[in-house]
T-cell receptor, first 117, second 113 residues
């Protein structure tokens, strides 16, 4: 079974702190994603990575950066956390085009509930 | 631009009832469609992935159908149980990037014992 893990289930940080959220997948997937989920706004894509060191902005990249130094690991960085970044953060991965005919089947981690005070 | 909607937004049923959740999408040129379940405060769990060449996909008490021409998919849950209470989301590939998906807003299901 595909396993996607996230470094923390709950995190409380102060405004202005630098925050690192880490995600690891064990299925050799090409693509990894970071989403945030807020009530009434659904799932919104922050960043997408299609290969090591390759990234693409999603719908709401402002205030975030990402790092993918190894294929299995994708980190989301909040350079200076703000209260409006309080949210549920979800990491996902999929095999990518050509992996199988279920190339874009998404597998999610358990989520990190981040509170910024 | 691909848009995904789900109706109803919330549904409450008595235990044992069969029910149908709906998912609609605007661009019918999709490769597949995925259904997820999300429990409160948790990540999404993949339930079913139905390919465009299939019309149905079944897993236990769940059956998903796909009608590309009408831009619709349904998730049928047989003999509902309180443990089925969760939010159910559908997702289709983005029309601009095959590797990304577009999610619907979800249907919140409550099964009353």
């Amino acid at each position: 079974d595909v396993k996607v893990t996230q470094s923390s289930r709950y995190l409380v940080k102060r405004t202005g702190e630098k925050v690192f959220l880490e995600c690891v997948q064990d299925m050799d997937h090409e693509n990894m994603f970071w989403y945030r989920q807020d009530p009434g706004l659904g799932l919104r894509l922050i960043y997408f990575s299609y290969d090591v060191k390759m990234k693409e902005k999603g719908d709401i990249p402002e205030g975030y950066s990402v790092s993918r130094e190894k294929k299995e690991r994708f980190s989301l960085i909040l350079e200076s956390a703000s209260t409006n970044q309080t949210s549920m953060y979800l990491c996902a991965s999929n095999g990518g085009t050509g992996h199988t005919n279920s190339y874009n089947e998404q597998f999610f981690g358990p989520g990190t509930r981040l509170t910024v005070l | 631009k691909q848009e995904v909607t789900q109706i109803p937004a919330a549904l409450s049923v008595p235990e044992g009832e069969n029910l149908v959740l709906n998912c609609s999408f605007t661009d019918s040129a999709i490769y597949n469609l995925q259904w997820f379940r999300q429990d409160p405060g948790k990540g999404l769990t993949s339930l079913l992935l139905i390919q465009s060449s299939q019309r149905e996909q079944t897993s236990g008490r769940l059956n998903a159908s796909l009608d590309k021409s009408s831009g619709r998919s349904t998730l049928y849950i047989a003999a509902s149980q309180p443990g089925d209470s969760a939010t159910y989301l559908c997702a289709v590939p983005s029309e601009t990037s095959y590797d990304k998906v577009i999610f619907g807003p979800g249907t919140s299901l409550s099964v009353i014992p």
